[in-house]
């Protein structure tokens, strides 16, 4: 198999490989091994969750919130309840949703 790369991306690639002493071509299939194994556990995953709802297994909104934020801001719990306990009383108020309130119509 061949691949053409640019040449900017051919010296980005030619740098690393230096920096880390390893050849290009090692660095490339390493690369593309991740790239490959991360799709395969995506994938599965996906399939994970859509098994999970089709069982009617969810969720709800604010601890799918927590999940996310706490990978986010490294699990600062009381930091990430207060956020979604303010965009919960934008809801009550009917101002919108948190995400989309302050934009334009």
Not at 69 to 94: M, V
């Amino acid at each position: 198999m061949e691949v053409r790369l640019n040449p900017n991306l051919q010296a980005k690639l030619a740098q690393l490989a230096s920096q880390r002493g390893r050849d290009t071509e090692a660095l490339v299939v390493e690369a593309v091994e991740r790239m490959v194994n991360y799709d395969d556990w995506f994938v599965g995953e996906v399939e994970k969750g859509i098994a999970a709802a089709d069982r009617g297994e969810f969720i709800e909104h604010g601890e799918a919130i927590r999940v996310y934020a706490s990978d986010c801001f490294g699990g600062n719990r009381e930091a990430i309840d207060a956020k979604i306990k303010r965009g919960i009383n934008q809801l009550d108020r009917g101002e919108g949703t948190p995400e989309t309130s302050s934009m334009p119509t």
